[in-house]
């Protein structure tokens, strides 16, 4: 009997503590007094500059922000700002979001709400269309709109799915007031795509990021970390300033007479693997993408070739374009560039046990060499426009 009236009084203690708990809950939800907790009043004092447009930075000075940027909102004409810059118990500085519009800035810091004075908000340049809206790493894209200006040093364009400081930056071709020519950047994922002209920002229309087709290569050497070629015969290689540099054996540099050789690699398999460099998936040669060219400068002299010597390509077919030395085009040597048109050696996707430049004989004051870039493209048109030509 004392066990059961135990049992009972133990249940309804349980009920009342979840009446208690529901109770507690339902008054929390509906509380409409004083706060529980109360934070000192924000004030603004100034907004510097109070005229600007998207990507401007502004200042806001005043008292009481805190120092916790995550219990803060700042909107601009009812448009909330997603990047807070700084934050201090007394400044706040913030960029201005796209489309804000003139209107006032209201800032918000816990339960406190303060509304500035109108800011006054101009358009400045403008997106009307990326084209295409797809692209894989390389590939140029034309941004159209207005107020871009002509000066390429004043704009640059950023490829991200977040925020701008997340972004990967592209090479501009080209700019025109309604027009700019950007590649897609090394890292650049499917998103947003924003111009920068000097401290404006512009969100553009989303860019879908895709894989790279069968025979696309781009290697640009922009990344220290991540070795794609590495050269043979003794010689030393590093990136650095956004080239591949070949420094030929010492005990070749003996005397101007002797002959250099550094033969490049692109590592495949069993060549040069870790720690050398990381294995690579064979090359694929496809009849899409039979052009071939390398933008290089021998050290010593600058110049694409060496004064006396041999550049090859491992040889493609017997008795292919490739079996013999110096058998690249010379079109754009003026920018530094051989190539090679493989679209009579390769009439199918081919896998290759491996892929290298032969660079040797090479007698004179060269000491090394330098590639800038190693890409293909789908013919020479596709090429010269690469080039800006």
Not at 300 to 308: E, F, Q, R, S
Not at 331 to 340: E, S
């Amino acid at each position: 009997m004392n066990h059961i009236l135990k049992n009972k009084i133990k249940a309804v203690i349980v009920l009342f503590s979840m009446a208690l708990i529901a109770s507690c809950s339902d008054q929390e939800k509906d509380f409409s007094g004083e706060p529980l907790v109360t934070y000192p009043a924000v004030t603004v004092t100034s907004v510097s500059p109070s005229t600007g447009t998207s990507g401007n930075i502004i200042t806001l000075t005043g008292t009481n922000f805190g120092v916790y940027p995550q219990a803060s909102k700042i909107y601009f004409n009812g448009v909330l700002a997603d990047e807070i810059l700084s934050y201090t118990d007394t400044s706040v500085t913030v960029r201005v979001p796209q489309n804000a519009g003139t209107g006032p800035i209201k800032v918000k810091v816990w339960t406190n709400t303060i509304t500035t004075a109108d800011f006054e908000y101009s358009v400045g340049g403008t997106i009307t269309a990326v084209s295409p809206t797809s692209g894989n790493v390389g590939d140029q894209i034309l941004i159209t709109g207005q107020g871009f200006g002509t000066n390429a040093s004043k704009v640059s364009v950023k490829f991200s799915d977040g925020l701008v400081k997340d972004a990967f930056t592209g090479t501009v071709v080209s700019v025109s007031n309604t027009q700019i020519a950007v590649l897609i950047p090394k890292g650049a994922v499917t998103g947003k795509v924003r111009v920068w002209l000097e401290n404006q920002i512009i969100t553009g229309p989303e860019l879908k990021v895709i894989a790279p087709p069968k025979g696309k290569y781009v290697f640009e050497f922009d990344d220290s970390t991540d070795s794609q070629w590495l050269p043979a015969q003794n010689a030393t290689s590093k990136i650095e300033d956004g080239k591949l540099k070949v420094t030929f054996d010492p005990v070749q540099l003996g005397t101007t007479a002797s002959k250099r050789r550094a033969d490049l690699y692109y590592i495949i398999n069993s060549v040069f693997p870790s720690p050398g460099g990381a294995a690579k998936t064979k090359w694929v040669q496809s009849p899409a993408y039979p052009i071939l060219a390398m933008k290089i400068a021998f050290t010593g002299t600058g110049a694409p070739k060496p004064g006396v010597g041999n550049v090859s390509l491992d040889p493609a077919v017997a008795g292919g374009i490739n079996a013999g030395n110096n058998k690249y085009k010379s079109d754009y040597l003026a920018q530094n560039v051989i190539y090679y048109d493989l679209s009579a050696d390769y009439l199918i996707d081919t896998e290759l046990a491996t892929r290298q430049f032969k660079i040797a004989d090479i007698v004179g004051g060269e000491t090394g060499y330098e590639v800038d870039w190693i890409r293909t493209f789908k013919n020479t048109a596709e090429l010269k426009a690469f080039l800006g030509l």
